[in-house]
Structures are given as C-alpha cells and as structure tokens.
C-alpha cells in the first residue's frame, strides 16, 4: 500500500512537497516513481528514484524544478516541486516496482509498476 500527502492549492512560482508512504507489502520495491494525470489528459512520468542507491530520473517538463528523494528508514519518498507552473495541475499518484529500468521508455511506462497510490490533488493558480 502507497499513502500520498502533501498536495493542495498554491499561486505559481510557489512550492509544494508530496510524500508517500509504503507499506510493509510494497517497502522492498527496486523502484518507485510520481505521475501525474490532469483532466482529460493522460498519466505522465514525473520521476523516479532507484531505491538502493538514490539515483533519479525526470520527465522534461519537471526537470530543474522538481526533486525527488527517499528516506530508507521510513519507507518514503517525497517529491519537491518547485517555480510551480499551472499546468502543473493534477492529481499526483506515487507508484512502486520490483524493477527499476535503466530505459527511459521503460521506466516512464506505468507498466513497469505495480502498486500505486490513491493520489493527491496538487492545483496551481496563476
């Protein structure tokens, strides 16, 4: 089970932070990665981190602006989203895998995970 918290409403150019918690079922994932989904779009690849040694990958519309970054003790990784734009507007899901793909096509691909979260809402107004 994956738990998302942090999301809500903030003016452009502001800062968010998203955690999820994994639970016992999904702590030993290899991967672990955000989405995004606004309405009437598709999911997109936001980042994802390899769990053993912290290396991370962005999709290009959050590269230089967003963060993401696990703590292994407490089973979590948060994403730090910075300069918020409005199209940065969806509903964030936080997913794990049992692998983590060195392929870009791979590992921006919602197949490669297993569990996810429910989501949280992150809104930007202009």
């Known amino acids: 089970q994956l738990v998302e918290s942090g999301g809500g409403l903030v003016q452009a150019g502001g800062s968010l932070r998203l955690s999820c918690t994994a639970s016992?079922?999904?702590?030993?994932?290899?991967?672990m990665a955000w989405f995004r989904q606004a309405p009437g779009k598709e999911r997109d690849f936001v980042a994802v981190?390899?769990?053993?040694?912290?290396?991370?990958n962005y999709g290009d519309s959050v590269l230089g602006r967003f963060t993401m970054s696990r703590d292994k003790a407490n089973n979590t990784v948060y994403l730090q989203m910075n300069s918020l734009k409005p199209e940065d507007t969806a509903v964030y899901s936080c997913?794990?895998?049992?692998?983590?793909?060195?392929?870009?096509?791979?590992?921006?691909?919602?197949?490669?995970?297993?569990?996810w979260g429910q989501g949280t809402q992150v809104t930007v107004s202009s």
């Open positions: 981190i390899r769990w053993i040694d912290g290396s991370t």
């Open positions: 997913a794990s895998g049992e692998r983590y793909y060195f392929t870009r096509s791979l590992y921006s691909n919602v197949a490669s995970y297993g569990y």
């Open positions: 016992a079922r999904t702590s030993s994932s290899s991967a």
